[in-house]
């Protein structure tokens, strides 16, 4: 079975490092694109059809919330795991207002909770 194609999303370089470090971390998961803002996400996720979008909420431009929307509406959408700093509860609320397949803490996430919500998620 093929990987599982990756595009991480944040305008922080230390957080995009570290979600990459997770994911090359995981077995059966590959980074294939890097974004810094909402427009950037759209462009690569057109470009490059990635099967999982690993989506901060706070991006410049267009954020996470409005670029994961625009993602899910698509035609044969990725799926869209949104991550931030705030807490499970809010993210809730996030993953109920885009249709994001889920939502993960940055402080929680690791190669267990991607394996988790990819099984969780996936088509």
Same mark, same amino acid.
């Given at each position: 079975?093929? @990987? ?5 999303? %944040? @305008? ?20 294939? !694109?890097?974004?810094?803002? !909402? ?11 990635? @099967?999982?979008?690993?989506? %901060? ?6 954020? !996470? ?27 809730? @609320?996030?993953?109920?207002?885009? !249709? ?11 190669? %267990? ?11």
């Amino acid at each position: 079975m093929a @990987d599982v194609r990756v595009l991480v999303v %944040d @305008d922080q370089a230390p957080f995009r490092r570290a979600m990459t470090a997770v994911v090359e971390a995981t077995d059966g998961f590959e980074v294939v !694109g890097l974004a810094e803002s !909402g427009e950037e996400c759209l462009e690569a996720a057109a470009r490059l059809r990635p @099967d999982l979008v690993l989506m %901060d909420v706070n991006l410049p431009g267009i954020d !996470g919330l409005e670029a994961a929307r625009r993602l899910v509406a698509g035609d044969e959408p990725p799926v869209v795991l949104l991550l931030s700093t705030y807490d499970e509860e809010a993210g809730a @609320d996030f993953v109920a207002e885009t !249709g994001a397949a889920g939502y993960v803490t940055k402080s929680a996430f690791g190669p %267990d909770r991607l394996e988790v919500a990819w099984s969780a998620a996936a088509p």
